[in-house]
């Protein structure tokens, strides 16, 4: 008997600890599964839950891969989001537009945000934050542009669940589009950034604005990079851009073929604009007008380019404010897209532009300009361009934008630059908070 009994409990102990071992099994699959495929912003609402469970229609193992990717890096949803989004794209003025900005926490993007909300137009900004350069100079501006009125969702272009989400929120009648991977020498280390952002983003963008009813116009950043290694100078739109130096310069052109199709496939409104060599307050840490004034407050040398037999490198340095006049020149006078839902119903506008300021300044002027406003010398180290990206010259021909809308540049380098030292040093102050 009690051999009997002694069988009997083992025999029950060894299926009921096999039947807990399965048990515990299957709770930790599902936790890893939970783990992998769970979106933080599929938490945030029961919306956008049923925004990212159904995946997005693209098909192509690229656009899965985009998908998955983006989900690590977004965070939205919940009726607090979807409010703090429909108010600040609230229109406040008659004959306002609606405008998504995209790179809104970027340095264009900054400044093109708070002039369009001043104005009274409705703005709501998305920025992915990356770490290209400081994401606190990228909190910091979003920090003012909140106290501007303009929501920055944070979130990837390249995330279509996110998009289409925003634009079942808010019917936009206008796209900035300025998010991107930007720096023409950190395309050497990081390829695939200029893919990601530039090429695979700006068209899960157009997907969703070519689909989108009412259709908006777009107006998007290229560059003057696409010029690459032309000679002629003034670069005017006319001219071949199928000589690039760097992949950046690639990434922009194949942006201008891009809007080329979606302009004929399907009626978007369309407007590229070349920028270039953009400075200012609240500018990009990697720019050499911005380095330059760190280095030479911290007494570091910084290398002056020359090209092939001493030849000047020289820029066509375009600031800020007039930056922002070009872009509220071209969403102005954008035409409205002609398609809905995807389909086209009319020719709609194609159009690009110069945004320069038509007075090329060589680099070692630039730097005298610096040494003068920060009072103090600079440690010049004069070597050869390095083949890294770099062009010897950009000089801008600005009379198609002049033209279409009154596009006019007023501010000089020594104007510009002394307003973005007063800056910087208001920001750093004097001396060596920008190593962050
Ligand atoms: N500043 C210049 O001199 C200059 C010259 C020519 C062209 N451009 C173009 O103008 C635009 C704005 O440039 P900027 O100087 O303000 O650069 P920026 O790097 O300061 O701004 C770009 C912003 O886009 C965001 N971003 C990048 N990839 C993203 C993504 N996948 N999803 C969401 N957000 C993303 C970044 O976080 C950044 O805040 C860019 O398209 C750039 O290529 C700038």
């Not at 009626?267 to 030479?296: C, E, H, N, Q």
């Not at 407050?297 to 380019?305: D, M, N």
Request: contains cysteine; hydrophobic residues 35%.
């Amino acid at each position: 008997m009690v051999h009997n009994n002694n069988n009997r409990f083992r025999f029950f102990f060894h299926y009921s600890s096999l039947a807990k071992l399965t048990f515990w099994s299957f709770v930790f699959l599902a936790l890893i599964l939970v783990f992998f495929f769970k979106s933080p912003s599929s938490s945030s609402s029961s919306s956008s839950r049923v925004m990212t469970s159904s995946r997005p229609s693209m098909t192509s193992s690229l656009a899965s891969d985009l998908y998955r990717r983006s989900l690590k890096t977004s965070s939205w949803g919940g009726p607090t989001w979807e409010k703090r989004v429909k108010s600040s794209a609230r229109i406040r003025t008659r004959n306002g537009f609606c405008v998504l900005v995209t790179g809104a926490s970027g340095f264009v993007g900054t400044h093109v945000s708070v002039a369009l909300k001043r104005r009274g137009d409705g703005v709501l900004g998305l920025d992915n934050f990356n770490d290209y350069y400081e994401p606190s100079l990228k909190r910091a501006r979003q920090a003012l542009l909140e106290r501007s009125g303009v929501y920055v969702v944070e979130g990837d272009i390249n995330d279509v669940a996110l998009l289409k989400k925003l634009f079942e929120l808010v019917s936009f009648s206008h796209v900035m589009h300025l998010a991107a991977q930007a720096g023409v020498r950190y395309a050497m280390q990081n390829p695939s950034s200029y893919i990601h952002s530039n090429i695979a983003g700006f068209v899960s963008l157009l997907e969703i604005c070519k689909n989108a009813n009412p259709q908006p116009a777009i107006v998007w950043a290229s560059s003057s990079s696409v010029y690459g290694l032309n000679t002629k100078v003034p670069f005017s739109e006319k001219d071949r851009t199928d000589q690039p130096a760097s992949l950046y310069a690639a990434t922009k052109k194949a942006g201008e073929e891009i809007a080329h199709t979606y302009n004929h496939i399907y009626g978007l409104s369309l407007t590229g604009l070349r920028f270039f060599t953009v400075y200012g307050p609240w500018g990009r840490p990697d720019m050499a007008y911005f380095f330059f004034t760190k280095d030479i407050l911290k007494g570091k040398p910084i290398p002056i380019f020359e090209g092939a037999n001493h030849g000047t490198v020289a820029r066509d340095f375009t600031y800020i404010d007039d930056i922002v006049k070009g872009c509220l020149g071209a969403l102005d006078t954008a035409e409205k897209s002609t398609g809905s839902g995807g389909k086209k119903r009319g020719p709609a506008q194609l159009r690009v532009f110069n945004l320069g300021n038509t007075s090329p300044v060589p680099v070692s002027d630039l730097v005298s300009i610096l040494e003068r406003l920060l009072k103090v010398k600079a440690k010049r180290m004069v070597m050869k361009l390095p083949r890294n990206g770099d062009v010897q010259f950009t000089h801008a021909n600005i009379s198609l934008a002049k033209r279409e809308f009154g596009y006019k540049p007023t501010t000089d380098l020594q104007t510009g630059l002394k307003k973005f030292v007063r800056w910087y040093v208001s920001y750093y102050g004097s001396s060596k908070k920008s190593d962050q």
